[in-house]
């Protein structure tokens, strides 16, 4: 089957889609990725987005309508895989991320149903929150079962907006571990924003600033850090006016700060909660691959390779939505796709709703 998958992270950034064929049951999954493509939020979609995940007053009828606009956009964003598509899975936007209390992504599905011709898997988190999990972190079975591997212990490591880990000791789902480490990219590019940029390119931004030692220890002492696994966590959480005494640091300190603050709380997670499990390598995906000072912090601070999925020859920008591809799939074909210790769900969820266009028999 082919399968269109549909990924706008915590980032706001815009959707990837990979088109990949599936074939197979778990554990003997087969695919292939055969496209992917990124359709960036216009301005102003995204301003509408980011006021959302900010909590700022918003009306119902402006939720509506988002629910709605976002809908369209990955409808068109989608059209030209029309006829090529078999079936789509679409994560949705998330908007606001607060377990056990609630999970709510955005982008009305019927939309993108109608503009493929094929059904939409979509609304993947609410069916593991109902049965006690955080509906976070979900790719950890898409990830065990596309980069597993007999005898070695991996992490495959994703950074967006959020900073997440799958880790991998061999094929054994019940040794899955996995969850959100903290803040990826969502408080250097807020401290990008502050200078006029979108987000720092290359870490160019953070290299050319100095790091205040001080507060990267105060703000370590966030209790989501010493949390245990499971966890998640959103940029609910992660935002510069959360951080004291961030309103003192200008420029590029700030987003040097920032940086080594995200660097530390990546780092500690390992230390904490995986190196003891003995880990063999990390792979790292997500827009933060591209950020060559993250990327330093991370291969000094760790104690074993450290690779991006570029280096591998991969796109790093495809694993996600590769991951709801997945998803879907499992879902289409009426299987459990959540691993449940990995969100402390009582029992695997059968994740995402079907939506059908008109006239499919």
């Known amino acids: 089957m082919r399968v269109l998958g549909l990924m706008s992270g915590t980032s706001a950034d815009g959707v990837d889609l990979v088109l990949a064929e599936l074939s197979g049951r778990p554990p003997a999954l087969r695919h292939e990725l055969l496209e992917h493509s990124h359709r960036s939020f216009p301005a102003g979609l995204q ?9 700022r007053e918003t009306t119902t009828r402006e939720l509506a309508v ?17 006829g090529r598509a078999e079936l789509a899975a679409l994560a949705g936007q998330t908007v606001w991320h607060e377990p056990p209390q609630v999970t709510w992504q955005l982008g009305e599905p019927s939309w993108l149903a109608e503009a493929l011709a094929a059904p939409v898997v979509h609304d993947f988190r609410p069916a ?36 997440n880990l799958t880790y991998l000791p061999g094929l054994d789902p019940a040794g899955v571990v996995a969850f959100d480490t903290g803040p990826g990219n969502c408080l250097i590019d807020e401290a990008a924003a502050l200078m006029g940029e979108p987000y720092d390119p290359d870490g160019a931004i953070a290299a050319s600033g100095r790091v205040d030692g001080e507060l990267v220890e105060l703000w370590f002492n966030h209790a989501y850090l010493r949390q245990p696994p499971p966890k998640s966590t959103g940029r ?12 003192r640091l ?10 080594a603050f995200t ?32 990327m330093a912090g991370l291969r000094a601070g760790l104690p074993v390779p450290v690779r991006g999925f570029d280096e591998l020859g991969m796109d790093p920008l495809a694993r996600e939505a590769l991951a709801f591809a997945v998803l879907g799939y499992l879902r289409y074909l009426g299987l459990p796709n959540v691993l449940p210790h990995t969100t402390g769900a009582r029992k695997a969820a059968l994740a995402g709703r079907v939506t059908l266009p008109a006239g499919w028999a």
């Open 250 to 259: 200008r420029g590029a300190d700030l987003v040097a700060t920032v940086t």
């Open 263 to 294: 660097v530390r709380t990546i780092v500690a997670a390992y230390r904490d909660f995986v190196l003891p499990l003995g880990l063999d390598e990390v792979w790292v995906a997500g827009g933060g691959v591209k950020n060559r000072t993250l």
């Open 128 to 163: 593991d929150l109902a049965l006690g999990g955080q509906a976070a972190p979900l790719v950890p079975y898409p990830d065990l079962l596309l980069y597993g591997e007999e005898g070695v212990r991996r992490s495959i490591h994703n950074i967006g907006g959020i900073s």
């Open 66 to 82: 988002l629910h709605h606009d976002l809908g369209r956009f990955y409808a068109e964003a989608a059209a030209p895989f029309r």
């Open 47 to 55: 301003t509408r987005i980011r006021l959302a995940q900010q909590n």
């Open 236 to 247: 609910e959480v992660w935002k510069l006016d959360r951080l004291a005494f961030a309103d």
